[in-house]
């Protein structure tokens, strides 16, 4: 009997210890949970200010570019006034066969 009654004292002291150990792990998932959220939380900042300033230096290229262009386009525009004012035959002329080439590639479909 004596035997018994000491098993017993095992037994629930053992369920105790195990149910302890559950409450335990329990805690420490919710830690990891928590520290996790925190985690991709920071991320998702870094990420989106990273984002930010990458879309902020494309904006500022593609407006670069598009000055560079448009100073390159004004240049072709007065170097092309200036030769037809110099040479206003020749321009009609090469204006003409543009126009003539034109019309028969048009005509031909």
Known sequence: MARSITAEIEETMAGVDLQKQV?????????LTSALSDYARAQRTGIAAAASTGAEILRQKGAHSLDAASDLAGRGYSQAEATVRKNPASAVAVA???GFLIGVLSGRR
Do not use: H, R, Y
Request: proline share 0%.
């Open 96 to 98: 003409a066969g543009v």
């Open 23 to 31: 409450q335990s792990l329990k805690s420490d998932i919710a830690s």
